[in-house]
């Protein structure tokens, strides 16, 4: 008898990766619609758990409204003989692997951030109460991770019960984050990869360290290495760092082996503290993206949460599908919160003299870990690429002594010739016809060895 045999829908593997998109959705939970979502998973001693015990504080899901989205919570409380505080993020994470098992369930991101769906399909086959769901999560959280022996789940709906607990979520994981800050990528032999994300991003694989974070912020250094202890063979295991190849991109011998075995070949090298060139992976679950503006040659940051366009006039959806799925795109990076805060911080591309723009949200969050000198607008000081370009100047931000061109050197070759030698000239717009096509390029700073200028004879025009 399979142990889902009172579950109304399917469970396995085989649905990771589902998407569900809005017209087929029965109700959203959490999602960027709403302020007040988490996630938290707490160790608890053993007489302070009723195994299996599921809760709903709030509306079930039979009750809400169709095609609704609701504020939303997943409390988790584990206990057992080798339950331990560490355990706690990475046991957290894989909130997101067993929901993803449900046939008809979608669930993004982590933690502040989490974003969930539930098919129209899956609800009529009745999949209609959070208590299915949690009978699926602690039996494969009992399953998969023997370390866990006893486990209740509560589900929340309440708005006023998830303002109250998130509160005390952002300031758990708060704690967690600070315990690794002031270690060291080079005091460790030892990193950590994750792929638990390669449901939606076969290419992808996050490299932990010190002082790089996963890209959605809920994994350290120590929760990797907790995870990995317990679950050799998880999603979350060791690398070894291996030969340090580039100390400045921060690329390593260990971190290109693994990261090739684990996509197939399809990625072989990781640059670890830049957006060019190898940069580092993305799936989708990031809670930021640094992207490049060619416009003033720095890096804007936009997280998740940021309602707007950003200065670039986009917003953040538009942005984050540039970077995700797995690929190495030059210019789109996307991080976490935490790796803001680390002096590792973007080092190969100029670390806080390349950052131009970012949420006031963003800003406030990490404000403190950033030089005193550093300057950088919000959308309250630019909100287009020109009231942005003002602001560096009027603030004499480093960036803008990457603007000045060289000058340029006019000689005589021959006459009627004229030849300049390493140009750079900036475009506004330009069109080239080839092919049958034509290309335009706007915006663009066309650079030349030799430009040669020729007087046209006007009777021979």
Known sequence: MSMFEDIPVDVGVIYEGERIRRKNMQVELGGPKQETKFELVRAKKMDEV???????IGPDLKDLAEGSS????IYIEIAGKNVEEDLEGVTERRIHEYCNFIEGIMHLNQRYDIW??????????????FTHIG???ARLYKSELP??????????TDPEKIKEMSKQALEIYEARDAKARGMKDEEVDTFYGCTLCQSFAPTHMCVITPQRYSNCGSISWFDGRASAQVDPKGPVFAIEKGELLDPE??????INESIKQKTLGAVDKVWMYTGFGYPHTSCGCFEAMAFYIP?????GIVDRGFKGVTVNGLPFSTLADSGAGGRQVDGFHG???EYMRSPKFMQADGGWDRIVWMPASVKERVKEFMPKEAVVATENEAKTVDELKVFLKEHSHPIVQQWKEAPVEVTPTAEGEEAMEAAAFPVSTATVAAGGFRIIFKNAKIHAEKVIIKRVDKAKR
């Open 295 to 299: 416009e003033v040659e720095g890096y």
């Open 249 to 254: 991109k921060g690329e390593f011998s260990g």
């Open 135 to 137: 009978k699926v999560l």
């Open 335 to 337: 991080i976490s919160i």
């Open 116 to 129: 969930m769906r539930l098919s129209k399909k899956s609800f009529k086959k009745g999949l209609n109460s």
């Open 50 to 56: 009723e195994d299996e015990k599921i809760t709903i």
């Open 70 to 73: 609701v504020p939303f919570g």
């Open 147 to 156: 370390f866990i022996e006893k486990i209740q789940i509560t589900f929340i």
